[in-house]
């Protein structure tokens, strides 16, 4: 019988407030509602740590893409763009910009499909929703 691997993270309320602190592995995250929606603002909304995992999940394999093949490569960003609609409200799609002055284009269309496949994040979101990944 094959054990699939699994994450585990525990969130908790902090004491009078509308925060919540959530820990994964020896880190720790506060969340909250913004101002706007009756919270302190003391860290990020659920909805907005969702779309930035999937920047930083696929940021982490994009960075090892570009290690694995011994390129030195700095200054890698991606812009990740979620989507609301319907009722209850629910991302729609993700839209995902990934720039870098220096990498030559059709080295980093390469590395982007390699850092696409290996995203967790990216290959649970498209079984539900529309992720697309383009190249400034």
């Known amino acids: 019988e094959r054990i699939m691997p699994e994450v585990t993270t525990t969130t908790t309320q902090i004491e009078d407030s509308t925060a919540a602190r959530t820990r994964l592995r020896d880190h720790e995250l506060a969340t909250d509602r913004t101002l706007e929606k009756g919270g302190g603002n003391q860290g990020p909304m659920g909805g907005e740590l969702l779309v930035a995992s999937l920047g930083a999940c696929f940021m982490s394999n994009l960075i090892a893409a570009f290690q694995g093949r011994g390129i030195d490569v700095k200054g890698l960003s991606a812009t990740v763009t979620g ?7 629910r991302f729609q799609k993700m839209a995902m910009t990934v720039s870098n002055a220096g990498v030559d284009r059709d080295q980093m269309k390469k590395m982007v499909v390699i850092a696409e496949r290996g995203c967790i994040v990216a290959n649970t979101l498209k079984q539900f929703l529309e992720v697309k990944i383009d190249i400034a």
Do not use: I, K, V
């Not at 989507?83 to 409200?89: E, R």
């Open 83 to 89: 989507t609301l609609d319907g009722a209850p409200p």
